[in-house]
């Protein structure tokens, strides 16, 4: 069950009578500009930049209603890197958040059937890189995360569609789960772990475009390197091997398109697998053959850290591994 902090506006203006509505909407304006005001802790270096932050008090004020939101959220995913306190802002701005899950809710009927225009896209997506910098700031990830915020954006992970609007709208959202991992934080992985988001994020390993995978590898690499997450993924025989499985079938198609990028994070995931002496003891079974031939050499010719994690898996592999008088690795009794 999903609690929202806030109440959007326009969901008020299907109570109150317009009048009514109006003068709320204006008493809203004002307390929102006091609230952002009382969050401005950080001195203002040159009075471009209080111009600046006066404009993004108005651009949050606006989110609160349709009319002016959808600008409201281009101006603002546009600054979004250049305001480091606009997480706070936006989330206890009244009815901000609220608004930004309407944004997203509004395009579930366009996801099956798929008939998200690229229009509907951007917007949506303006409005998730809003949320990207909420939960990728320490004030508010944890709220973020309480408010079970993350679970919204898991109908577009489910999405299939290989067109651009679907592909934008799915990287953006493993955008934002990428910046909750990327904080190595217990409580982040504790979360996703009740969620659906290690076989989201296979899903998209197998069949996404190459940045789709790689940002969906980086976020199974996050949650292996938790000595959580990787008890977790080995736990069971079928986690264990579909993880494996998905990494197998990765290093093929590498194999004959190769991405730099892409094979390093493959590659630090197989390694903190070997770090589980079940696992371990599976991936001298199942480790592809290209990880042990030259298959990449060129590929990582000059990429020393994957070249020393690929040894390191090698070494994992090979140690405490029986073997006859040849050298030859003896199967398991």
Same mark, same amino acid.
């Given at each position: 069950?999903?609690?929202?902090?806030?109440?959007?506006?326009?969901?008020?203006e299907?109570?109150?009578?317009?009048?009514?509505?109006?003068?709320?909407?204006?008493?809203?304006?004002?307390?929102?500009?006091?609230?952002?005001?009382?969050?401005?802790?950080?001195?203002?270096?040159?009075? #471009?930049?209080?111009?600046?932050?006066?404009?993004i008090?108005?651009?949050?004020?606006?989110?609160?209603?349709?009319?002016?939101r %959808?600008?409201?959220?281009?101006?603002?995913s546009?600054k979004?890197?250049?305001?480091?306190? =606009?997480?706070?802002?936006?989330?206890?701005?009244?009815?901000?958040? &609220? &608004?930004?899950?309407? %944004?997203?809710?509004?395009?579930y009927?366009?996801?099956?059937?798929?008939?998200?225009?690229?229009?509907?896209?951007?917007?949506?997506?303006?409005? =998730?890189?809003?949320?990207?910098?909420?939960?990728? $700031?320490?004030?508010?990830?944890?709220?973020?995360?309480?408010? $079970? *915020?993350?679970?919204?954006?898991?109908?577009?992970? $489910?999405?299939?569609?290989?067109?651009?609007?679907?592909?934008?709208?799915r990287?953006t959202?493993?955008?934002?789960?990428?910046?909750?991992?990327?904080?190595?934080? !217990?409580?982040? *992985?504790?979360?996703?772990?009740?969620?659906? *988001?290690i076989?989201?994020?296979?899903?998209?390993?197998?069949?996404?475009?190459?940045?789709?995978?790689?940002?969906?590898?980086?976020?199974?690499?996050?949650?292996?390197?938790?000595?959580?997450? =990787?008890?977790?993924?080995? !736990?069971?025989?079928?986690?264990?091997?579909?993880?494996?499985?998905?990494?197998?079938?990765?290093?093929? @198609? =590498?194999?004959?398109?190769?991405?730099?990028?892409?094979?390093? $994070?493959?590659?630090?995931?197989?390694?903190?697998?070997?770090?589980?002496?079940?696992?371990?003891? &599976?991936?001298?079974?199942? #480790?592809?053959? !290209? #990880?042990?031939?030259?298959t990449? &050499?060129?590929? #990582?010719?000059?990429?020393?850290?994957?070249?020393?994690?690929?040894?390191?898996?090698?070494?994992?592999? !090979?140690?405490? @591994?029986?073997?006859?008088?040849?050298?030859?690795?003896?199967?398991?009794?």
């Open positions: 069950m999903y609690v929202f902090r806030k109440a959007p506006l326009v969901f008020m299907n109570i109150f009578p317009l009048k009514l509505c109006c003068r709320v909407r204006l008493g809203l304006t004002l307390i929102n500009s006091y609230l952002l005001s009382c969050l401005h802790l950080k001195p203002v270096p040159t009075a #471009l930049a209080q111009v600046d932050r006066e404009k008090y108005q651009w949050i004020n606006e989110l609160s209603s349709p009319e002016t %959808e600008n409201a959220l281009l101006e603002l546009k979004r890197e250049s305001v480091p306190d =606009l997480a706070p802002m936006l989330w206890h701005s009244f009815g901000t958040i &609220a &608004a930004l899950l309407q %944004e997203i809710v509004n395009i009927p366009s996801i099956n059937p798929p008939t998200l225009t690229a229009h509907q896209s951007n917007r949506v997506c303006n409005a =998730l890189a809003l949320l990207q910098c909420v939960a990728s $700031h320490p004030e508010t990830r944890s709220a973020f995360l309480a408010a $079970h *915020i993350p679970l919204f954006l898991y109908p577009f992970l $489910h999405t299939v569609s290989k067109t651009r609007p679907f592909e934008y709208l990287l959202s493993l955008g934002v789960i990428g910046a909750l991992v990327k904080t190595d934080e !217990q409580e982040v *992985i504790n979360f996703l772990l009740t969620t659906e *988001i076989p989201l994020c296979l899903r998209i390993m197998e069949s996404g475009s190459e940045l789709s995978k790689t940002v969906a590898t980086f976020i199974l690499q996050k949650i292996l390197l938790d000595d959580t997450g =990787l008890a977790y993924i080995c !736990q069971t025989y079928e986690r264990f091997s579909h993880v494996a499985m998905i990494l197998g079938k990765m290093v093929l @198609q =590498l194999s004959k398109e190769p991405s730099a990028r892409l094979l390093k $994070h493959v590659v630090r995931c197989y390694l903190r697998l070997s770090d589980n002496p079940r696992a371990r003891e &599976a991936l001298r079974q199942c #480790l592809p053959d !290209q #990880l042990k031939d030259t990449f &050499a060129q590929v #990582l010719k000059d990429d020393t850290t994957t070249k020393r994690w690929l040894a390191q898996l090698v070494k994992n592999l !090979q140690e405490g @591994q029986v073997t006859d008088p040849r050298g030859i690795p003896l199967p398991p009794q």
